[in-house]
């Protein structure tokens, strides 16, 4: 049986036992089942939930980290006198092969102060990327696949 199913029927026997049905006891109930389900890991035989789960929280936070250095960034370009900018468009080779894995990555990238997803190749192979400083494209790419591309397949593979 799948262990977020487990999880949420955890959750919702906490939340029939105590009455409540309130958000927070909702989250508590989930947060409680997460801690049974820890504590039983070895007796269920797996603990990919618990990692996945620890890696989608390791991603959302890179992804915190990078918008904010990114604005930053962004900020200090803007805010310079003489703005020696090179926009571009390069494509960046995507190890990630999945619609969902390739639309989080496109997204995210857009999210990101400073670039822009812009298409997919049709073989999906490439996904063009506007930046708005291009002076180095390697350097640009090596952040993605080190980054973002990375901690995606990291939390879902």
Same mark, same amino acid.
Not at 63 to 88: I, T
Not at 109 to 117: C, F, N
Not at 146 to 157: Q, V
């Given at each position: 049986? &799948? /262990?977020? =199913? %487990? &999880?949420?029927?955890?959750?919702?026997?906490?939340?029939?036992?105590? @009455? @409540?049905?309130?958000?927070?006891? =909702? =989250? #508590?109930?989930? /947060?409680?089942? /997460?801690?049974?389900?820890?504590? !039983?890991?070895?007796?269920?035989?797996? %603990? @990919?939930?618990?990692?996945?789960?620890?890696? !989608?929280?390791?991603l959302a936070l /890179?992804?915190?980290?990078?918008?904010?250095? @990114?604005?930053?960034? $962004?900020?200090?370009? $803007?805010?310079?006198? &003489?703005?020696?900018?090179?926009?571009?468009? #390069?494509? #960046?080779?995507? *190890?990630?092969?999945? +619609?969902?894995? !390739?639309?989080?990555?496109? &997204?995210?990238?857009?999210? *990101?102060?400073? *670039?822009?997803?812009?298409?997919?190749?049709? +073989?999906?192979? #490439?996904?063009?990327?506007?930046?708005?400083?291009?002076? +180095? %494209?390697?350097?640009g790419k090596e952040d993605i696949a080190?980054?973002?591309?990375?901690? !995606?397949?990291?939390?879902?593979?």
């Open positions: 049986m &799948n /262990l977020l =199913l %487990i &999880n949420l029927l955890l959750m919702l026997a906490w939340v029939f036992v105590t @009455s @409540s049905f309130s958000e927070v006891n =909702l =989250l #508590f109930g989930f /947060l409680l089942g /997460l801690v049974a389900i820890f504590l !039983i890991r070895e007796q269920v035989g797996t %603990i @990919s939930y618990l990692v996945r789960i620890r890696r !989608i929280i390791s /890179l992804f915190l980290k990078e918008l904010v250095l @990114s604005a930053v960034r $962004v900020a200090v370009l $803007v805010l310079r006198p &003489n703005m020696n900018l090179k926009p571009g468009i #390069f494509a #960046f080779p995507l *190890t990630v092969d999945r +619609d969902f894995e !390739i639309a989080l990555l496109a &997204n995210m990238i857009t999210l *990101t102060p400073g *670039t822009l997803s812009v298409d997919v190749s049709p +073989d999906r192979k #490439f996904l063009y990327v506007h930046a708005v400083n291009c002076s +180095d %494209i390697e350097a080190n980054g973002f591309e990375r901690k !995606i397949l990291e939390a879902f593979r």
